[in-house]
């Protein structure tokens, strides 16, 4: 039988969907059956690793056996992932005698249906069949992505979100992490959104490769420069992102690292929610790791450390206003990372010291990880804001203190 094959976007939330086999293919076609809402029934005498987790998780209903032909009543489409073509023929007869459409991994001339070459992009699904050639359906497939994860690709449309929002303008707001330095270090959704945004509010820290590539109607609101003290600061941002959503805006907050890892992405977020806009957190790259990675740094490591403490060190530890216990990270044999503390890096050295952290635990700074201005200094707790001074490193800059300093070092 021949002909061209006749495209359709099946919609399978909570239809019964069988796959037949365990293996590598059943592997990689039960996650998008899954995304989909699908029913799946899974028969297999054996399963992967990563199938299995499915059924530990109840995603998934499994039958430890080899496949019956009752097993496709009641199902909508059936997909065979065996490499025994007796066992495969057994299954498309039972899926024509019940007029089920089969996707036929080991021989394609024998399916009633091809599982397209796929990229996603937001709302956006992109199948392609390559007339029974997969390699071909592949490259043109790449072609597309490519086209469409273009910052300033020809093919970026607006998002339509799907459901009502609360408020009626169509607007919204995304707080998105941007990574800590590194403009490829923001995530795939987070550079979708900054490709859909009307209007970007950016902090200081924001990699200035990813403001360059807005588009030129693009609103930017560059946060470190409005006026008034810290506390009016986040109240102007916070006032901003609701007007903007309010008036109908797609507004993206861009923010240093990760939203939530001292970003005050959630004073942000609540008082979005409280005005009645949406918003979507997209997480970041977060520097507290980060840093320490690209400098040979693993936060942890095993038989050195088993746990990692992440602490602002922006208020110094004899402040009122200080809410971190340093005598108690002082006892942890863990690895210790501080973020925004060079300026008060002698009290926290210090103060850990004096609270029982040996003088000659390895430490290290971090200024500017993930940029071309990087800089690494390796020292030890009792010396390392001397150092630094020394050394003439700025912010933003990282401290790791613990045995992962030297951990990797040969």
Request: aromatic content about 4%; some cysteine; hydrophobic content about 45%.
């Given at each position: 039988?021949?002909?061209?094959?006749?495209?359709?976007?099946?919609?399978?939330?909570?239809?019964?969907?069988?796959?037949?086999?365990?293996?590598?293919?059943?592997?990689?076609?039960?996650?998008?059956?899954?995304?989909?809402?699908a029913n799946v029934f899974l028969v297999a005498p054996e399963l992967t690793p990563a199938l299995q987790a499915h059924v530990d998780a109840g995603r998934l209903h499994?039958?430890?056996?080899?496949?019956?032909?009752?097993?496709?009543?009641?199902?909508?489409?059936?997909?065979?992932?065996?490499?025994?073509?007796?066992?495969?023929?057994?299954?498309?007869?039972?899926?024509?005698?019940?007029?089920?459409?089969?996707?036929?991994?080991?021989?394609?001339?024998?399916?009633?249906?091809?599982?397209?070459?796929?990229?996603?992009?937001?709302?956006?699904?992109?199948?392609?069949?390559?007339?029974?050639?997969?390699?071909?359906?592949?490259?043109?497939?790449?072609?597309?992505?490519?086209?469409?994860?273009?910052?300033?690709?020809?093919?970026?449309?607006?998002?339509?979100?799907?459901?009502?929002?609360?408020?009626?303008?169509?607007?919204?707001?995304?707080?998105?992490?941007?990574?800590?330095?590194?403009?490829?270090?923001?995530?795939?959704?987070?550079?979708?959104?900054?490709?859909?945004?009307?209007?970007?509010?950016?902090?200081?820290?924001?990699?200035?490769?990813?403001?360059?590539?807005?588009?030129?109607?693009?609103?930017?609101?560059?946060?470190?420069?409005?006026?008034?003290?810290?506390?009016?600061?986040?109240?102007?941002?916070?006032?901003?992102?609701?007007?903007?959503?309010?008036?109908?805006?797609?507004?993206?907050?861009?923010?240093?690292?990760?939203?939530?890892?001292?970003?005050?992405?959630?004073?942000?977020?609540?008082?979005?929610?409280?005005?009645?806009?949406?918003?979507?957190?997209?997480?970041?790259?977060?520097?507290?790791?980060?840093?320490?990675?690209?400098?040979?740094?693993?936060?942890?490591?095993?038989?050195?450390?088993?746990?990692?403490?992440?602490?602002?060190?922006?208020?110094?530890?004899?402040?009122?206003?200080?809410?971190?216990?340093?005598?108690?990270?002082?006892?942890?044999?863990?690895?210790?990372?501080?973020?925004?503390?060079?300026?008060?890096?002698?009290?926290?050295?210090?103060?850990?010291?004096?609270?029982?952290?040996?003088?000659?635990?390895?430490?290290?700074?971090?200024?500017?990880?993930?940029?071309?201005?990087?800089?690494?200094?390796?020292?030890?707790?009792?010396?390392?804001?001397a150092d630094v001074v020394e050394a003439e490193l700025r912010p933003p800059a990282v401290v790791v203190v613990g045995d992962v300093v030297d951990a990797l070092r040969?």
């Amino acid at each position: 039988m021949s002909g061209n094959p006749y495209p359709l976007g099946l919609r399978l939330a909570g239809r019964r969907v069988v796959v037949v086999g365990g293996g590598a293919v059943a592997t990689r076609r039960v996650p998008a059956l899954l995304d989909a809402g699908a029913n799946v029934f899974l028969v297999a005498p054996e399963l992967t690793p990563a199938l299995q987790a499915h059924v530990d998780a109840g995603r998934l209903h499994w039958a430890p056996r080899r496949f019956a032909p009752d097993d496709l009543d009641g199902a909508w489409l059936v997909q065979v992932a065996v490499d025994d073509p007796v066992a495969a023929a057994s299954v498309s007869a039972a899926a024509a005698e019940r007029r089920v459409f089969c996707v036929r991994a080991d021989d394609r001339a024998a399916a009633t249906a091809w599982t397209p070459a796929v990229t996603r992009h937001g709302p956006v699904t992109v199948a392609v069949l390559g007339g029974g050639d997969p390699r071909r359906a592949m490259t043109v497939r790449d072609a597309i992505r490519d086209l469409l994860g273009a910052r300033k690709g020809p093919l970026l449309t607006p998002q339509v979100e799907q459901g009502s929002p609360v408020n009626t303008s169509g607007g919204r707001v995304a707080l998105v992490g941007a990574g800590p330095g590194d403009p490829e270090l923001i995530t795939v959704k987070g550079w979708r959104l900054l490709t859909e945004a009307d209007v970007v509010v950016a902090d200081r820290l924001v990699p200035g490769l990813l403001l360059d590539e807005l588009r030129p109607d693009v609103e930017l609101v560059d946060a470190s420069k409005i006026p008034y003290g810290p506390s009016k600061t986040q109240e102007e941002i916070n006032r901003i992102l609701v007007d903007r959503a309010l008036a109908g805006k797609v507004v993206v907050r861009l923010k240093g690292g990760d939203p939530y890892v001292f970003g005050r992405g959630g004073e942000e977020l609540l008082a979005c929610a409280e005005a009645g806009v949406p918003v979507t957190v997209v997480p970041g790259v977060t520097s507290s790791i980060a840093a320490p990675a690209v400098a040979g740094i693993p936060v942890t490591h095993r038989a050195v450390a088993h746990e990692f403490t992440v602490v602002s060190g922006h208020v110094a530890p004899d402040s009122p206003a200080s809410l971190v216990r340093w005598e108690a990270l002082a006892g942890l044999r863990g690895t210790l990372v501080i973020l925004m503390g060079l300026k008060n890096l002698a009290a926290i050295t210090a103060t850990l010291v004096a609270h029982g952290r040996p003088a000659d635990t390895p430490a290290a700074v971090v200024q500017e990880a993930t940029t071309g201005a990087q800089r690494v200094l390796r020292s030890t707790l009792g010396a390392v804001a001397a150092d630094v001074v020394e050394a003439e490193l700025r912010p933003p800059a990282v401290v790791v203190v613990g045995d992962v300093v030297d951990a990797l070092r040969t």
